[in-house]
């Protein structure tokens, strides 16, 4: 019979993954947007910016929380596709749309908040060990939207290196996303 497989539990945060502060989570609502479309789960942008104290130290919780177990609440990961019409192409044509995916508020605010911790771990990480710095020219000009996955960080922790220096291995990943504004 096949060996039972054994839940891991998420790696604790390390440097990359520390707990979000309050301060974190003010900055990120001060870059907030207002007069957008809301997701699937109905919360406007605006209602996040009027959000009470005890909200947002809740709001915080909740981020913190998902962030130290590893999990993304469900509605945080589904989104409402709306056709929006390409400028100058008719409208009688299926392919003079675009498909715009309207999102969880709440989970872009968590991701504009672990954008600035990756980037900064980013910038820290190319500059400390000097890592194809041909390749990351322009990596933090304006219209560069950057987005990194550490999941590597987590494979480091689980897999130590052997100590032999000609078998040592040692696990590295960099993943940008870059979109244009």
């Given at each position: 019979h ?32 207002c007069h957008?479309?809301?997701g699937p789960d ?10 009470p104290?005890?909200?947002r130290?809740?709001?915080l919780r ?20 709306v ?9 009688g ?13 709440i ?18 990480q ?7 710095p041909?390749?990351f020219s ?17 494979i ?7 100590p032999s ?17």
């Amino acid at each position: 019979h096949p060996a039972a497989q054994v839940a891991r539990k998420p790696p604790r945060p390390t440097s990359l993954l520390r707990a979000i502060t309050e301060q974190e989570l003010h900055d990120a609502l001060r870059f907030t947007k207002c007069h957008r479309a809301c997701g699937p789960d109905d919360v406007y942008n605006e209602a996040l910016l009027q959000l009470p104290k005890l909200a947002r130290t809740a709001l915080l919780r909740t981020f913190n929380r998902s962030l130290s177990r590893g999990i993304v609440p469900r509605a945080w990961k589904s989104g409402t596709i709306v056709p929006f019409l390409k400028p100058g192409k008719p409208a009688g044509r299926v392919d003079s749309y675009r498909p715009v995916t309207l999102t969880s508020a709440i989970a872009k605010l968590m991701e504009r908040i672990l954008h600035e911790h990756q980037r900064g771990h980013l910038s820290i990480q190319i500059y400390h060990w000097g890592r194809l710095p041909h390749m990351f020219s322009g990596l933090f000009s304006p219209n560069i939207k950057i987005s990194i996955n550490v999941c590597c960080k987590s494979i480091d922790q689980s897999n130590p290196p052997i100590p032999s220096s000609e078998h040592a291995m040692k696990t590295d990943a960099h993943i940008l996303d870059t979109l244009s504004k």
